[in-house]
């Protein structure tokens, strides 16, 4: 089945640093959206990604959507104790509405 | 803030005990889904309901028993549950996708369950 990892598992930075999370699928994927989700709250919808070596930014948030579709990355620039939380990417299976996370990767930034 | 509205927020049952978790959204989507999170996981589907009917079972196991009443709200049955079945109960919505397409899920803040 479908599976998606994400490195690293955890990460934490100075305030100020910057961050990358990865995502690899084993599989092609046909597009792929990436979550927040803080401390104690739920998953929030950050951005899709649809095309291949699409570059898509928010404020200081980069995603970018790898050429042969199997990876992405979620990059934050210059890091701030409100970008604490846990970073997933999810894929959703073609054809269905189903939605499988990555392993996620849990962000800690210091003042 | 949530446009996905979960009750009760926390709950503690017994193992022979028969609760629901109830989820309701407003925002006239047409698909709706349980989630559960254990601790430091991601979240796992369980259940999608399109237009009302069933649409994915992950081989979830019969003590839970989902139910959509209608398109705005979605019920999760417990009944004789275990005490690994504690976790966090999430429930999302969202625009059905069509053929290619991927829609963004709006989820609640989920209904932390304990199990005794």
């Known amino acids: 089945g479908q599976q998606v990892m994400q490195i690293p598992q955890y990460q934490h930075v100075q305030e100020g640093e910057d961050f990358t999370t990865y995502c690899n699928s084993s599989?092609?994927?046909?597009?792929i959206q990436w979550y927040k989700q803080r401390p104690g709250g739920h998953p929030v919808f950050l951005i899709q990604l649809v095309k291949s070596g699409e570059v898509k930014k928010q404020k200081r948030l980069t995603f970018q959507f790898g050429e042969a579709k199997k990876n992405s990355s979620l990059h934050i620039t210059a890091t701030q104790t409100t970008d604490v939380g846990t970073y997933f990417c999810?894929?959703?299976?073609?054809?269905?509405?189903?939605?499988?996370f990555g392993t996620g990767t849990r962000l800690q930034v210091f003042p | 803030d949530t446009e996905v509205t979960q009750t009760p927020k926390h709950l503690v049952m017994g193992m022979t005990n028969k609760k629901s978790l109830k989820c309701e959204q407003h925002?006239?989507?047409?698909?709706m889904y349980w989630y559960k999170q254990k601790a430091k996981k991601p979240p796992e589907l369980m259940f999608v309901y399109s237009y009302e009917k069933l649409s994915i079972n992950e081989s979830v196991p019969s003590r839970f028993s989902p139910e959509c009443p209608n398109s705005s709200l979605l019920n999760l049955h417990l009944h004789a549950l275990q005490p690994e079945d504690s976790a966090l109960y999430l429930c999302a919505s969202s625009h059905l996708g069509g053929t290619g397409s991927n829609q963004p899920q709006h989820f609640g803040d989920g209904t932390r369950l304990s199990i005794l």
């Open positions: 999810a894929v959703l299976i073609i054809n269905t509405d189903k939605l499988i």
């Open positions: 599989t092609t994927l046909s597009n």
């Open positions: 925002m006239g989507h047409r698909a």
